[in-house]
């Protein structure tokens, strides 16, 4: 519903909205190719490291991580005593705003200063970093019996979730935090219209139009709320729900950029008819402004990461605890999809405390370490031992089907789908522009895709050889 004075009330999610959440990141840096077998200018070789594994190997080391402010961030930075006892390794830290801490991140990594031994970063940094040799391969360490615990365990993680942090062969960080995408209903509107939760696109497309404009708990709603602001995050978040959904992809084989397909314009009719019916404002609205929408009670269908189910679920805060139904991603013609994010924990090539900085790595991310984060608000855990632990089922018990719900979504329906290039930000970017032209009901949907998969290849093409 486009409709003036709808605003947004801004509920805070518990500690999640302390920062910028995983959706925000600036453009990547263009990388040149690099020999990831290349030895190290400093610090220990991995792979020469001898002797029985011992948390205090490292026994007097610093280490200086850096943190995105996150919930993942904060259950880390409360339990650094423990780890501190654990290895005998002291931390010193940083935790910045998301967009300060890319910047800061990557003048670091680009210059080699090696400040920071360890950071957090998603799927597209993966690539960045790797690329020009900014960021170390974790293969020789976890291969290494005497680095690595006997009981870690590398098999335990979503196999969805270590496959997006694989880039060319090597694993560049280890994931800590995900979300896959799920469709939002609420469930008083369900009942008032008389309606089951929506199924298909089709589904979905005709209860936006039916719910749109009408009140419900006292507030007249929008149809539907999803992020639509100019950057990459945009697509794989909802879009990507409808994109894959029908069978589009963004490259094909033969490197061709093929966003504006038969598929593609299909999948894009589809969401510029649910997007007609979100607020005037959609297209400055990032994961944060959508999610306080909702939560807020001004919208009757929502498609976002699953796990934004903790701010809907705060009485304290929100509008809609207990009336939120938990669903898959809309089915199209090809079936449910959609995509993934993680925040995972990465190394810097320049640490000269590279053991040091993995045993925190690895301490992070111990099945013991991940579950108690979770009542830290650091949810969806990564290992599949945690999914139906008590710990998580105790965490979510009054959120209906959220725990069966989000589990399905990364085992059957999410995956990195997108291409995994250095160039990915600005490659998405530029999508995301002519989505939101579209969405906001300017122009051709054929001749729009078509004038970014133009661009896009070129962006696509430059980073050939990275």
């Given at each position: 519903?486009?409709?003036?004075?709808?605003?947004?009330?801004?509920?805070?999610?518990?500690d999640?909205l302390k920062?910028?959440?995983?959706?925000a990141a600036a453009l990547?840096?263009a990388?040149?190719?690099v020999d990831?077998?290349?030895?190290?200018s400093?610090g220990q070789?991995?792979?020469?490291?001898?002797?029985?594994?011992s948390w205090t190997?490292?026994k007097?080391?610093?280490?200086n991580v850096?943190f995105?402010k996150h919930?993942m961030a904060?259950?880390?930075?409360?339990?650094l005593p423990?780890?501190?006892k654990?290895?005998?390794?002291?931390v010193?830290?940083d935790?910045?705003?998301e967009e300060e801490f890319?910047?800061k991140l990557?003048?670091?990594?680009?210059?080699g200063k090696?400040?920071?031994?360890?950071f957090?970063?998603?799927?597209?940094?993966?690539?960045e970093f790797?690329?020009?040799?900014?960021?170390?391969?974790?293969d020789a360490?976890i291969n290494?019996?005497?680095?690595t615990s006997?009981?870690y365990d590398?098999?335990?993680?979503?196999?969805?979730a270590l496959g997006v942090n694989?880039w060319?062969g090597?694993?560049?960080s280890?994931p800590?935090n995900?979300?896959g995408?799920?469709?939002?209903?609420?469930k008083?509107v369900?009942e008032?219209?008389?309606i089951?939760?929506?199924?298909t696109?089709d589904d979905l497309?005709?209860a936006?139009?039916?719910a749109?404009g009408?009140?419900?708990?006292?507030k007249?709603?929008?149809?539907?709320?999803?992020?639509?602001?100019?950057t990459?995050?945009?697509i794989?978040?909802?879009?990507?729900t409808?994109f894959?959904g029908y069978?589009?992809?963004?490259?094909?084989d033969?490197g061709?950029v093929?966003i504006?397909?038969p598929e593609g314009?299909?999948?894009?009719e589809?969401?510029?008819?649910v997007m007609?019916?979100?607020p005037?404002?959609?297209g400055?609205?990032?994961?944060y402004e959508?999610?306080n929408h909702f939560?807020?009670?001004?919208?009757a269908f929502?498609?976002?990461a699953?796990h934004?189910?903790?701010?809907?679920?705060?009485?304290?805060a929100?509008?809609?605890?207990g009336k939120?139904?938990?669903?898959?991603?809309?089915?199209?013609d090809?079936g449910?999809?959609?995509n993934i994010?993680?925040?995972?924990?990465?190394?810097s090539?320049?640490?000269?405390?590279?053991?040091a900085?993995?045993?925190f790595?690895?301490?992070?991310t111990?099945?013991e370490?991940l579950?108690?984060?979770?009542?830290?608000?650091?949810i969806?855990?990564?290992r599949?031992?945690?999914?139906?632990?008590?710990?998580?089922k105790?965490?979510t018990?009054?959120?209906?089907?959220y725990n069966?719900?989000?589990q399905?979504?990364l085992s059957?329906h999410?995956?990195?789908n997108?291409?995994?290039?250095p160039k990915?930000?600005?490659f998405g970017?530029r999508?995301?522009?002519?989505i939101?032209?579209?969405a906001l009901?300017?122009?051709?949907?054929?001749?729009?895709?078509?004038?970014?998969a133009?661009e896009?290849?070129?962006i696509?093409?430059?980073?050939?050889?990275?």
């Amino acid at each position: 519903m486009r409709e003036e004075g709808m605003g947004l009330r801004r509920i805070r999610r518990r500690d999640f909205l302390k920062g910028v959440g995983a959706g925000a990141a600036a453009l990547g840096l263009a990388g040149c190719g690099v020999d990831f077998a290349q030895e190290r200018s400093g610090g220990q070789d991995p792979s020469k490291v001898k002797g029985e594994f011992s948390w205090t190997r490292e026994k007097g080391k610093t280490i200086n991580v850096l943190f995105a402010k996150h919930p993942m961030a904060d259950s880390f930075i409360k339990e650094l005593p423990s780890f501190e006892k654990k290895t005998g390794i002291k931390v010193q830290y940083d935790t910045l705003p998301e967009e300060e801490f890319f910047q800061k991140l990557r003048t670091d990594l680009s210059t080699g200063k090696g400040n920071y031994d360890a950071f957090m970063n998603g799927p597209p940094n993966n690539w960045e970093f790797a690329a020009p040799g900014w960021s170390e391969p974790l293969d020789a360490y976890i291969n290494n019996k005497a680095l690595t615990s006997a009981d870690y365990d590398l098999d335990d993680f979503y196999p969805a979730a270590l496959g997006v942090n694989r880039w060319r062969g090597k694993l560049w960080s280890i994931p800590a935090n995900e979300e896959g995408y799920s469709l939002f209903s609420r469930k008083d509107v369900l009942e008032e219209m008389g309606i089951e939760a929506p199924q298909t696109w089709d589904d979905l497309i005709a209860a936006v139009k039916e719910a749109d404009g009408k009140t419900f708990g006292g507030k007249k709603v929008d149809g539907f709320v999803a992020r639509g602001d100019k950057t990459f995050p945009t697509i794989q978040s909802g879009y990507s729900t409808a994109f894959l959904g029908y069978g589009a992809t963004d490259v094909d084989d033969s490197g061709k950029v093929v966003i504006n397909s038969p598929e593609g314009v299909k999948a894009t009719e589809k969401w510029a008819e649910v997007m007609g019916h979100a607020p005037n404002n959609v297209g400055t609205f990032t994961w944060y402004e959508a999610m306080n929408h909702f939560s807020a009670g001004n919208a009757a269908f929502f498609i976002d990461a699953d796990h934004m189910s903790e701010a809907f679920e705060d009485p304290t805060a929100s509008a809609i605890a207990g009336k939120v139904d938990y669903g898959l991603p809309p089915e199209g013609d090809a079936g449910r999809m959609g995509n993934i994010w993680l925040w995972s924990l990465a190394m810097s090539a320049s640490s000269k405390n590279n053991v040091a900085a993995w045993m925190f790595l690895q301490w992070a991310t111990t099945r013991e370490q991940l579950e108690k984060a979770i009542t830290e608000g650091n949810i969806n855990p990564t290992r599949r031992s945690l999914a139906n632990s008590e710990t998580m089922k105790n965490y979510t018990k009054d959120w209906g089907s959220y725990n069966e719900t989000w589990q399905t979504i990364l085992s059957d329906h999410a995956a990195w789908n997108y291409i995994k290039s250095p160039k990915y930000p600005a490659f998405g970017d530029r999508w995301a522009l002519a989505i939101q032209e579209i969405a906001l009901g300017g122009g051709s949907i054929e001749e729009t895709l078509d004038a970014a998969a133009k661009e896009m290849q070129d962006i696509y093409d430059s980073a050939k050889g990275s």
